[in-house]
């Protein structure tokens, strides 16, 4: 099975969201599944998008307002980028705005 969950924050960040994405995230990898992340970039940039078997992708968010906000294009980019993914699964672990975001 193929999974990706979208987090508003993952390692290396150190707050609660984090650290239940990334538990949650070894605990489908211990089952045999395949996991990828979809996360906001790191202050401090990752050296590799490979974490502990994790495929990281990461996705601009301006959080200044406390919420997630895209242009219109990169609404339509991260639409596509969710349909062509090929995941059986998304969990959506962040925000509603990216889950909102994702509906037509």
Known sequence: MRILIAS???PPFKD???EAASSMAKGFLQQGWEVDILTQPANESRPVFQ???FCIYEW???LSSGIMVWTPEESIDLRLFLL???WDVIVFHAYDTILYTALP
Do not use: E
């Open 8 to 10: 508003l924050t993952f």
């Open 16 to 18: 609660g969201i984090s």
């Open 51 to 53: 974490w502990n078997k």
């Open 60 to 62: 601009r968010m301006d």
């Open 84 to 86: 062509n993914g090929g």
